[in-house]
């Protein structure tokens, strides 16, 4: 009888842990931030890259950023993108990021290297935004990326996984400035 009870109550334990369920939608973005103590400046995150795609090309647009927050949202954020793909880049002229009703422009966009890769090229570029526009803009994890100028725009979309990063950094940093 109590090797019974015994050999159920293990039953039970077995049976219970193969069917857990693990949320995928509150993913963590801890492995997608790394922050640091700057003293009297408070604490800067650096947001590591988030993948966006245009499609039609089979182009990728990988963007990190790094900023500083202690308690006002003050100052900018430093964006860094590489645009990989069959072009080389040598000039942005313009790049834009809407997100919801919030559209971020920065027209100084600084090429810092081109590079051969995998897939062509790599070209790489740093700008600086508002950090209020940035918090604006993670509002919302629907964004889109335009590079360039008329006639020239592509258009870059975030990958079904950075649109649940971007969900998770909001959840996990931007909710709190």
């Known amino acids: 009888m109590k090797s019974l009870i015994i050999s159920s109550f293990f039953a039970v334990i077995?049976?219970?842990g193969c069917v857990s369920v693990?949320?995928?939608?509150?993913?963590?973005?801890k492995k997608h931030i790394e922050t640091f103590f700057v003293g009297e400046e408070g604490t800067q995150y650096f947001i590591k890259p988030l993948l966006f795609e245009w499609k039609s090309a089979q182009t990728e647009m990988l963007i990190d950023m790094t900023f500083r927050y202690k308690d006002q949202i003050k100052d900018s954020a430093i964006l860094h993108f590489s645009i990989e793909g069959s072009e080389i880049y040598k000039t942005i002229p313009h790049l834009e990021i809407q997100g919801g009703t919030h559209t971020v422009t920065a027209n100084a966009v600084n090429l810092m290297f081109n590079e051969k890769a995998k897939k062509g090229y790599v070209s790489r570029f740093n700008t600086k935004i508002s950090l209020k526009e940035l918090h604006g803009l993670f509002s919302t994890s629907d964004w889109t990326i335009q590079v360039g100028s008329a006639p020239e725009i592509t258009t870059?979309?975030?990958s079904k996984k950075t649109r649940k990063i971007i969900s998770a950094i909001r959840e996990?940093?931007?909710?709190?400035?």
Request: glycine share 0%; no cysteine; aromatic share 10%.
């Open 156 to 158: 870059y979309i975030p």
């Open 172 to 177: 996990e940093v931007f909710i709190l400035m």
């Open 14 to 16: 077995l049976a219970t």
């Open 22 to 29: 693990n949320p995928s939608a509150t993913k963590s973005a």
